[in-house]
């Protein structure tokens, strides 16, 4: 198994352009989400889905949209990207969203920088 | 806002000295979770505790739960060089959200 996998590793944006940040996990996991940590700081829960279709709001949502179409894939996309998106990206994968009753496997994280 | 909060902020110490990290929470919880993270990777999971659990081992770690003062640490025993990393609480709130600290940084000096 691959695990979490997700992708760009890197990525540098201007001001205002949009780009979606990639996930996927091949263990058949019914939730996922995203989280972004900035520096020195804990994770901050941006969106998650508890399965195909459904989707919902973390933490700080606000200037990102997420979809999920397959239970594998979990894309990340961000509107129009500001200096304040600058951060580390991770994508966690678990069994069920049930109450965080499960361990979250993580991504290796997608290091993003807006100037 | 965070619903875990990890004490100390950063730990230095020598290999082979016992290491204790504390996490305190604000609300009721099911479960409590530590995660390790090394340098620029993701985090891994390293244990979970559930409520009525008051203690637990797995290898050199051992997470205590103290539900009545909202507290929980992790020890780890006989610390190495390759302890050295970030280690977080995370906590599972209303709905399907977890919720992580700002995380200890341990420095194990060899």
């Known amino acids: 198994n691959a695990g979490v996998t997700q992708t760009p590793k890197f990525q540098v944006l201007k001001t205002g352009q949009s780009m979606t940040l990639q996930c996927a996990q091949d263990?058949?996991?019914?939730?996922m989400s995203w989280y972004r940590q900035d520096p020195g700081m804990g994770l901050r829960l941006i969106h998650y889905?508890?399965?195909?279709?459904?989707?919902d709001q973390g933490e700080v949502p606000n200037g990102y949209n997420v979809s999920r179409s397959t239970t594998e894939d979990f894309p990340l996309r961000l509107l129009s990207a500001a200096p304040s998106q600058t951060s580390v990206y991770f994508c966690?994968?678990?069994?069920?969203?049930?109450?965080?009753?499960?361990?979250?496997?993580f991504g290796p994280g997608t290091r993003l920088t807006v100037t | 806002s965070q619903q875990g909060e990890e004490d100390p902020q950063a730990l230095s110490i020598q290999e082979g000295e016992n290491a204790t990290m504390n996490c305190s929470y604000k609300t009721s919880i099911n479960n409590l979770q530590w995660y390790r993270q090394n340098s620029g990777r993701g985090l891994v999971h390293l244990i979970l505790?559930?409520?009525?659990?008051r203690e637990k081992h797995s290898g050199r770690l051992r997470v205590t739960l103290d539900t009545s003062k909202k507290s929980s640490s992790l020890l780890i025993t006989a610390s190495r060089a390759a302890d050295t990393a970030s280690y977080f609480c995370a906590t599972d709130e209303a709905g399907n959200m977890l919720t992580f600290g700002g995380g200890t940084r341990l420095m194990v000096k060899p």
């Open positions: 505790i559930r409520s009525n659990e």
């Open positions: 889905s508890v399965g195909a279709g459904i989707t």
């Open positions: 263990m058949n996991h019914e939730y």
């Open positions: 966690a994968s678990s069994y069920s969203g049930n109450r965080g009753s499960y361990e979250q496997y």
